[in-house]
């Protein structure tokens, strides 16, 4: 079945430091793929998202591209801020409309 | 729009007794989800409706657990007789077929505390 694995955290990075989160999954088909953000005390927002191969998605400074042959969708910034500090859900959407969610990642950027 | 709204945000009981969770899709959606989310176990899809009909409630941990959509603009969850290990934040989440490409909103949780 359909299933995303994520990079087990927390990640802890200074600021102004460089950021990767890995995220691979296993589907069948062309899902589309998406990262939510969760801040402390709030539900899930979406961060991004790419609904084919090749695709980059990008906000607030954050990007992840749509890598087929790798099955992968890492999120990447360039120069982190204390204010991204969240947890960091990556997700594919399968064909019953569902979210097949990965496990979540803790970011925790010290000033 | 006010986004998803859920009430009551916080719900500390005892265990034993009921406890009904509320949500308030966005308007012009036709699909809503109920999540689970603990630390240990992480973020649980529990059910889905598409337009008010249950879709798929194979998340639902066990018979204590029931989930209704009466209208488009309101469902519940709720859980009797609760238990300690039903604290978690449950959070609702819906999205439209025909727009925003199926992104899910979310509301801001109920966190349940069952002692």
């Known amino acids: 079945g359909n299933s995303v694995t994520q990079m087990e955290g927390p990640v802890t990075l200074s600021e102004e430091a460089f950021l990767t989160i890995n995220c691979t999954y296993t589907?069948?088909?062309?899902?589309?793929l998406f990262w939510y953000v969760q801040y402390p005390g709030e539900g899930l927002q979406l961060l991004l998202k790419?609904?084919?191969a090749d695709d980059k998605g990008s906000n607030k400074g954050f990007e992840a591209t749509y890598r087929k042959e790798t099955t992968s969708f890492h999120l990447e910034k360039g120069s982190v801020q204390v204010s991204d500090s969240a947890v960091y859900f990556c997700?594919?959407?399968?064909?019953?409309?569902?979210?097949?969610w990965g496990a979540g990642t803790k970011l925790i950027i010290k000033p | 729009d006010a986004g998803v709204i859920q009430s009551p945000r916080h719900e500390v009981t005892e265990m034993g007794q009921e406890v009904t969770l509320r949500c308030k899709p966005i308007s012009g959606h036709d699909y809503l989800f109920w999540y689970r989310q603990t630390m240990m176990r992480g973020l649980e899809l529990l059910i889905y409706?598409?337009?008010?009909?249950?879709?798929?409630d194979s998340g639902m941990p066990e018979d204590r657990f029931s989930a209704k959509m009466p209208n488009a603009s309101f469902s519940t969850l709720k859980i009797q007789p609760s238990e300690p290990r039903d604290s978690a934040v449950y959070f609702c989440?819906?999205?439209?077929?025909?727009?925003?490409?199926?992104?899910?909103?979310f509301g801001p949780g109920t966190r349940l505390t069952v002692l």
């Open positions: 790419a609904t084919k």
């Open positions: 997700a594919l959407k399968d064909s019953n409309y569902q979210l097949i």
């Open positions: 989440a819906s999205s439209s077929t025909v727009a925003n490409y199926n992104e899910q909103f």
């Open positions: 589907a069948t088909g062309y899902p589309s």
């Open positions: 409706f598409n337009n008010n009909v249950p879709i798929d």
